[in-house]
């Protein structure tokens, strides 16, 4: 019984927190050739719910044994409620997936009034979603 239940809550969380790439739109890139994606949830006055993607490169490298491997391809989604006009956001929500598309982790622990630090992958997120310049 137990078994059947813990494949439902999978198998519902799966549905629920998967996004198809058509439903984001791109945003920017990291020094590290990460991808960023916006889905944009709700929208209420100056405040905005959305998922940010960010997208692995897949990289070949050589290990300590000498063989020649590829290793990223995974993605991890958060679930952001962005403040624009304050400049602010919380990360309500993160899971992390391997290249297979398997939950690799998942933290359901809210961080809060996170300061965006103009410069860096956040304020480009910002911009995006907050429609600002």
């Known amino acids: 019984m137990k078994k059947i239940l813990y494949l439902m809550l999978f198998l519902t969380s799966t549905i629920a927190f998967s996004q198809s790439d058509e439903d984001f739109s791109y945003v920017t890139s990291d020094v590290k050739n990460n991808d960023y994606y916006v889905y944009i949830e709700k929208t209420n006055y100056s405040t905005v719910d959305a998922w940010i993607k960010k997208v692995e490169p897949i990289k ?74």
């Open 60 to 133: 070949t490298i050589k290990n300590k044994k000498g063989k020649i491997v590829k290793t990223g391809g995974g993605h991890t989604l958060q679930f952001i409620q962005m403040n624009c006009s304050e400049r602010e956001f919380d990360i309500k929500e993160s899971i992390t997936y391997n290249k297979n598309g398997e939950v690799v982790s998942s933290n359901d622990y809210p961080s809060y009034n996170n300061k965006v630090v103009p410069g860096t992958v956040m304020a480009g997120i910002l911009k995006a979603i907050c429609n600002t310049d």
